[in-house]
């Protein structure tokens, strides 16, 4: 026959595995939280001539590093900042 301390002991087992799952099906039912979502990019509407002759030149890829006036654009972007 089981004894006092015994019956204890298995209720207290008992109970420390319901309270794991019942832990296990509350981090479950958690809802996830939803990826960030990204907004498209909008380039801004050409607030100035700069600002379109650099579109410009950032258009036309690494031939921009020839031409002239492009060079002249982004010395000028830098001198700003």
């Given at each position: 026959m089981l004894?006092?301390?015994?019956i204890?002991?298995?209720?207290?087992?008992i109970v420390?595995?319901?309270?794991?799952?019942?832990?296990?099906?509350?981090?479950?039912?958690?809802?996830?939280t939803?990826?960030?979502?990204?907004?498209?990019?909008?380039a801004?509407?050409?607030?100035?001539?700069l600002?379109?002759?650099?579109?410009?030149c950032s258009?036309?890829?690494?031939?921009?590093?020839?031409?002239a006036?492009?060079?002249?654009?982004?010395?000028?972007?830098?001198r700003?900042?």
């Amino acid at each position: 026959m089981l004894g006092r301390s015994e019956i204890f002991r298995a209720a207290a087992i008992i109970v420390l595995i319901a309270a794991f799952v019942a832990t296990l099906f509350a981090i479950n039912r958690r809802p996830s939280t939803p990826a960030a979502e990204i907004a498209p990019t909008v380039a801004p509407p050409a607030s100035d001539d700069l600002t379109a002759e650099l579109r410009r030149c950032s258009a036309i890829g690494p031939q921009d590093a020839e031409d002239a006036r492009c060079m002249a654009v982004w010395e000028e972007n830098r001198r700003r900042f």
